[in-house]
């Protein structure tokens, strides 16, 4: 397998669903309340599902209501890369895998938590799950 920064967008039609390329690589978001993980309670570890990076702990997954998967802190803050997002007559923060460059979803300042106040809101379908 090619390196990430080796890969071609027609290497990630290949290895990708196209629901997983419209939203990893064209930054695309599913459908609300319909993604495999927004509801997932089990223990484990979220990884990127384009390139396997770890990102998100279930430890740090709570309800958020909003019908993705949201958490308060990624796994380790060198593996996202935070970005300044102008689409749709907004303005917000998109959270990117630092590893291949892949979109992830989104960044609010509206999480529950008192030691992050953050809301990591993710796309089920750019996540792969293992189960601890």
């Not at 702990?57 to 380790?76: C, H, L, Q, Y």
Request: net charge negative; proline share 4%.
């Amino acid at each position: 397998m090619k390196n990430m920064q080796e890969m071609t967008e027609e290497d990630w039609k290949k290895k990708l669903t196209p629901e997983q390329y419209q939203v990893l690589r064209q930054a695309g978001t599913e459908a609300p309340f319909t993604g495999e993980f927004y509801n997932n309670h089990e223990s484990g570890m979220y990884k990127c599902a384009a390139c396997g990076q770890e990102l998100f702990s279930s430890e740090t997954k709570f309800d958020s209501g909003s019908g993705w998967p949201s958490f308060d802190k990624p796994m380790n803050r060198e593996h996202v890369e935070l970005r300044t997002d102008n689409s749709l007559g907004m303005e917000r923060t998109e959270v990117i895998c630092k590893n291949c460059g892949s979109h992830l979803g989104h960044l609010f300042s509206d999480g529950p938590t008192e030691t992050t106040g953050d809301r990591y809101c993710i796309n089920s379908c750019a996540l792969n799950f293992e189960k601890k």
